[in-house]
């Protein structure tokens, strides 16, 4: 058992850094909203939106990624 949370840390580093892509993809949906839209409601709206569009286009680019590393 301890072995294997052991071998769990070098994963846990790794996606630490993921993290940085947080606070980026709020502001920037934010920010790219609030140029589309002059409401608050309709910003928020369309930044949800937007921010859902690029994590998920973050997370193909990532499993393609891993995918063509693995067949390395």
Excluded: D, N
């Excluded at 058992?1 to 709020?26: D, F, G, K, N, Q």
């Excluded at 002059?38 to 990624?65: D, N, Q, S, T, Y």
Aim: proline share 4%; hydrophobic share 60%; no cysteine.
């Amino acid at each position: 058992m301890l072995s294997t949370i052991i071998s769990l840390i070098p994963i846990a580093t790794a996606t630490e850094r993921l993290w940085y892509a947080v606070p980026l993809l709020v502001s920037f949906s934010l920010v790219y909203s609030a140029t589309r839209h002059e409401e608050i409601v309709p910003i928020l709206k369309h930044a949800f939106r937007f921010g859902l569009w690029v994590a998920i286009f973050m997370a193909v680019m990532a499993a393609i990624i891993q995918i063509t590393t693995w067949t390395l």
